[in-house]
């Protein structure tokens, strides 16, 4: 649909149809994310770094079990060639479409602000804001020639991108970064009728994060930090991603839609 055109009444936020790329699918949040797109009605291509392959084709196995269709393809979003390669490979697959992108990728190296290598902040800023925006990028170049033009990109930030938290100077630097180049895209793509977005999720059980909840006194300190007093599970950040992704939020583009069960809003 393009910018400016009047809307239509109808409420449905089905994804029949559109073809969906989420970045690091094999696992947690991105695992979710997957599943619920598919859920909806979308084509779901996951991916996974070269040696984690079989973790986004589990997902493709849980999507297809369900009744869904996926495939998976490779992608280590610090390699632009790998970031080009996957998105030509995604709009082979969708026959030249492409209509949602999940950037969920991401990492974290946990150290003290006097301790940060060079290595971990290179990782970081590479992983989870260079790749991010290269893959949007890439996506949003397809999204701008094809016919008719548009989609929806959804950024996955964090909290850590609106607030601070200890041990996390990269990665609050990194998410951020994520939050406000969601921004600069969302107004410069505005014409060519992509959205973009940002998710900011606070704590979510997920394998990036289970070994820090066993941890006694940060789990405390994190649900003492949240209004709703739990942990955010995945499949409540994939509901937000599925609401933005369709049309349902069709006039939604540059937000950073928090889902931290209040503790941004202390
Ligand atoms: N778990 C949390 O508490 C939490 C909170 C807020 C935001 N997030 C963000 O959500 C996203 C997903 O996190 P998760 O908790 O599901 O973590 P996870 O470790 O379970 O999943 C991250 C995925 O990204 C993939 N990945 C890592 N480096 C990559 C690279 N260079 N190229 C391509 N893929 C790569 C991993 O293989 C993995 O599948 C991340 O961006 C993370 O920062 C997580």
Redesign the pocket.
């Known amino acids: 649909m393009e910018i400016g055109t009047k809307p239509s009444s109808h409420t449905s936020n089905s994804l029949a149809g559109l073809i969906a790329l989420v970045?690091?699918?094999?696992?947690?949040?991105?695992?979710a994310t997957a599943r619920a797109l598919a859920a909806e009605g979308a084509w779901v291509i996951t991916?996974?770094?070269p040696d984690?392959l079989e973790?986004a084709e589990a997902t493709v196995a849980a999507i297809q079990a369900a009744g869904g269709e996926a495939l998976s393809l490779v992608?280590?979003?610090?390699?632009l060639a790998?970031v080009t390669g996957c998105v030509a490979a995604a709009a082979r697959a969708g026959q030249g479409r492409l209509d949602i992108l999940v950037n969920?990728?991401?990492?974290?190296v946990r150290q003290p602000a006097f301790d940060v290598t060079e290595e971990a902040w290179d990782l970081v800023l590479?992983?989870?804001l260079k790749?991010l925006f290269f893959t949007a990028q890439a996506a949003g170049r397809l999204m701008r020639d094809q016919e008719p033009c548009g989609g929806s990109i959804i950024n996955?930030?964090?909290?850590?991108g609106l607030v601070g938290y200890y041990d996390r100077a990269a990665?609050c630097a990194s998410?951020a970064g994520v939050v406000n180049v969601s921004r600069a895209l969302a107004i410069e793509w505005a014409a060519n009728a992509i959205r973009v977005n940002a998710v900011?999720?606070?704590?979510?059980?997920?394998?990036?994060?289970r070994g820090l909840f066993e941890n006694e006194a940060i789990k405390r300190d994190i649900l003492e930090r949240t209004p709703v007093g739990r942990?955010?599970a995945?499949e409540e950040?994939a509901a937000a991603v599925v609401f933005l992704a369709g049309p349902s939020a069709r006039m939604i583009t540059g937000a950073a839609l928090t889902i931290d069960g209040g503790w941004t809003a202390i």
């Open positions: 970045t690091g699918a094999g696992s947690g949040i991105g695992q991916t996974e770094l984690r973790r992608l280590d979003v610090r390699d790998s969920n990728a991401g990492i974290n590479d992983t989870n790749g996955v930030a964090s909290t850590m990665y998410k900011c999720p606070a704590f979510v059980e997920t394998p990036l994060t942990l955010v995945p950040v």
